[in-house]
């Protein structure tokens, strides 16, 4: 009999399995609780998880019991109203009785199961089914990116990577070969010995020498090793290159004097949402931040969301700005473009024909995907109007959406990163 056991050491986490199990199974609540949550807080407001209620109800699980076994006699009281057959109508009002909506002294109820997630799973549930749309692998970037693979087994390796049945295996093919021949002559000596004895039980010497000739053969056998070093066989785990995509995110936000600090507020929540969606679900992407009024500007992270520089609009800037920092640093062969573009429309007159032509003729054909937000309760301006003529020339990879108050943004940031279909 054989006996496996598990010597690894269990970490703290020991019902992380379990906690697993669990938020999978009411992965519904947990998806809705968690997007009523994002809803009441600030997006910038992760720093914990949530309290999650579920109803008791939800909760129970079929269980199996013993039942009444056994032969039973019973007397059920008859009516003088009803006969089998007959149909009745339903009570008004509800279920079995009359209702009302005063409390009474009787009854049960079960409380919510609430719980809290960490911040995570929150994140986790937070950005699920969210993807940036139609990422290629164009190449390999670095050789850096590598994923352990399973690549058959080998008579060298690690201690901790044996595997046990081929190691067996080998060991058994290997006693049969050595020792193939002993065997052999060892059953024939033995059933010669039998008839032997059999038919001249007085000649011992012969019986003798057979009886030697057997143990001297059992002891051959013998000696072979049950498992030797030359028998190990090894996991082998190579390196294999892990094809991955070369994508940068260029964060297009006007600061210009018709943005208020209410509506740049907004933008730099969106802009916070979309980061930490960059930054946690793909790890090889970079993140592009350009600041515009009347000029343009390649900012850091920093200044992009606290800088408080101000003036004209001309949007046509930082397409052009966009589209000289591609030319010159990421080759469309090479990277994934994307662009989130962030305004409250107000753009000069003549620039908005100018921005649409920018986009149609040299910056969309390059890219992955452009979304356009617009920040503001009034009617769309110029800057919409123009960008619809984009939409339509380009249906698969260009989105426009409008944010009118806090309440919208989590909404429209899934509604444009939602992850799409193969087709």
Not at 78 to 100: C, H, I, L, V, W
Not at 280 to 294: A, D, L, S
Not at 393 to 422: H, T
């Amino acid at each position: 009999m054989s006996y496996v056991i598990d010597r690894r050491l269990n970490g703290k986490n020991k019902s992380t399995v379990n906690r697993q199990r669990f938020l999978r199974r009411y992965k519904s609540h947990i998806k809705k609780a968690v997007e009523e949550a994002v809803g009441r807080r600030s997006i910038t407001d992760i720093e914990h998880g949530e309290n999650i209620s579920i109803p008791g109800r939800d909760i129970d699980e079929p269980i199996f019991h013993h039942g009444q076994g056994g032969r039973q006699t019973q007397v059920h009281p008859g009516n003088r109203e009803f006969s089998t057959g007959d149909r009745f109508a339903r009570p008004q009002g509800g279920g079995g009785g009359a209702g009302g909506s005063q409390a009474g002294d009787s009854g049960e109820g079960m409380d919510e199961f609430v719980f809290q997630i960490t911040q995570d799973e929150f994140l986790d549930f937070m950005f699920e089914d969210l993807a940036l749309p139609n990422l290629i692998k164009r190449q390999l970037t670095g050789t850096d990116t590598f994923k352990p693979v399973r690549a058959g087994v080998s008579q060298q390796g690690n201690p901790s990577r044996i595997n046990i049945v081929r190691s067996m295996r080998a060991a058994h093919a290997r006693r049969i070969a050595l020792s193939g021949s002993s065997r052999k002559r060892l059953r024939a000596a033995r059933e010669e010995l039998e008839v032997l004895r059999r038919d001249q039980p007085d000649d011992l010497i012969a019986i003798q020498r057979l009886q030697e000739e057997i143990s001297v053969l059992r002891a051959k056998v013998e000696r072979i090793p049950f498992l030797d070093t030359f028998d190990l066989r090894y996991n082998l785990i190579v390196k294999q290159p892990n094809p991955s995509s070369k994508a940068v995110m260029f964060c297009l936000m006007d600061v210009s004097g018709s943005m208020t600090q209410a509506t740049k507020d907004l933008a730099k929540r969106f802009y916070i949402l979309l980061y930490l969606f960059l930054r946690r679900n793909y790890e090889r992407i970079e993140v592009v931040f350009i600041r515009h009024h009347t000029s343009a500007k390649e900012v850091e992270e920093e200044e992009f969301f606290y800088s408080r520089e101000t003036g004209g609009t001309i949007v046509s800037s930082a397409l052009r700005l966009m589209q000289q920092i591609i030319e010159d640093r990421y080759p469309v062969n090479e990277w994934n473009l994307y662009c989130a573009q962030a305004s409250d429309g107000d753009n000069w007159n003549d620039d908005s024909p100018i921005c649409r032509d920018l986009l149609v003729n040299k910056i969309m054909p390059a890219m992955q995907y452009y979304c356009y937000v617009e920040i503001t309760p009034r009617e769309h301006q110029t800057l919409w109007q123009e960008y619809e003529a984009v939409a339509e020339r380009f249906a698969e990879s260009f989105a426009q959406q409008q944010i009118v108050d806090a309440g919208d943004i989590y909404p429209v940031f899934r509604q444009l990163f939602q992850k799409r279909m193969a087709t």
